[in-house]
């Protein structure tokens, strides 16, 4: 059943459900005006008994009543003439209505004599004696109006002449005592059939209503719904590649709302799609697909190709930028390093030369700085050109980052008054070349130093994270936006002023060889954030 239901659609999901609330509410609303009509025909009738009983009492003489209670057996005219005034009260009165007077002493202690009735099926079951023997529920209400002096109204119950409610009323002589008890009875039967009819015609009348709330609800549900089947089938053409589809939108409704974004979303769709088969044209991409595939899954197989070229040519300009810097870094060493040697040799023999004045001294000194920082960069071009040739091992990061903190704390506090902070405290494993892993971190820590021109903090710190080792490098220094974070690593790129952008472009390529990666966050004037993970070999 619940599968069933599961799989109805929406408009009729919508139906079934709001028919079942439909008719949850009438089934409520019905046994609500039952049980309210019930209670009021009750009421009803146990009011017109009661005023039935005043009005009787107060038409029957008490002396009259008092005679025959005090006749007791036998036929007096007294009794004859109360008899004559029931008769006629049973013919003004319906049927469900009957009355009849009766002692209030007890007969043997239990039962009561009726003294005057005008009912014969009472007559025939009574006589000769006319004793009436009350149930429980009876006599206790008897009991009631007797010592309170007033009409009572009693529970439903049930005797031998069937099922009753009936209004006790006292009548007392001129002292006040109660001496003799007119009962008037509403026969409940009346009430049960009342209430059969009553249950027949609101079952009636609440199906007719039903019936014509679930057709005009059917009817509304269809108009309403009819937007949201246009947009369904929408959809399903879409999904199927065709993006020329466009919905009808009468007014400015949440559904004409969307409506006009589905046609906008299918319009930059057939877009999208105009762009990628041009793209494939001019990349000369062939696809082999099935033709079983819809629009869309053909579409996003293109896609697939054509990012997957695309990640390809990267790679092979990449390589091919590599190679020439490979070129040029064997070119320069073979055609500068040599004669570079030289110069620098004659160099150091003339700053021996104490013949020489101190300014002299000093532009030798300089040149020979200058020749150091030349090779330094010579260096970090062949360190591209070079084959990895390492025998990758397991490094202990914590005897690394330990030991180049101790290295460079000095450097850092010498040069820009920088304090270095290290969080490490684990011995955590990964493979690799030592020296290579100490070059990236010394080159990052470096720029990190050189980056905070007026002092700040490095922070160091070694972390354990989803099995990788992470090596994370915080400085407090100028920052950067995110388009050049986006450019580092690339050739030629650098911040500083007299940089290559090698070294970096050196560190990326050696943390790729060890299976890791570099991710930097930065925000400009506030620092950056450089995070060395690699696999972990614990």
Known sequence: MKKYIRNLSVFNKTVLFSTLIVVALGVISLAISYQVQKKMAKETLTQHALIMAD??????????????????????PEKDELEKQFRKIYELHPSYLQGYIMTTEKFKSHGNKIIVTANKKIKQSLEPSMIYYGGEEFYKSFKQAEQEKKNIVTSTYKDEFGTWITVLSPITNSSGKVVAMLGVDIDASAIYIYQKRLIVALIVAFTILFTFIIVIQDWGLRRLMSPLGELIEGIQAVSQGKFDVKLTHENDSELGNVHTRFNEMTERLQQLFQQVSATKEQLNVETNFSHSKDGIAKAIDELEVIMEKTRMQKELQRAEKMNAIGQLAASVAHEIRNPMTVVKGF????QDNTKLSNTELSYIHLMINEMDRAEAIIHDYLSLAKPDVHQHRFINCLECVTSLVDLLSSYALLTNNILIELDAKEEMYVRGSRNELNQVLLNIMKNG??????GGTLRVG?????????????????????????????????????????GLMVSYQLVEQMNGRIEVESIPGKGSTFTLIFPSYD
Do not use: C, P
Not at 347 to 350: N, R
Not at 449 to 454: F, L, P, S, V, W
């Open 55 to 76: 009005l009787w009492r107060e038409s029957l003489s008490k002396q009259d009543v008092i005679a025959a209670v005090d006749s007791r057996n036998g036929t007096i």
């Open 347 to 350: 160099l150091q023999l003339f």
């Open 449 to 454: 130093i050189e980056a905070m021109r007026n």
């Open 462 to 502: 070694l972390y354990k994270r989803e099995g990788h080792v992470h090596i994370q490098i915080e400085d407090t220094g100028i920052g950067m936006t995110s388009e050049q974070v986006n450019r580092l690593g690339t050739a030629f790129y650098s911040l500083k002023e007299k940089g290559t952008g090698i």
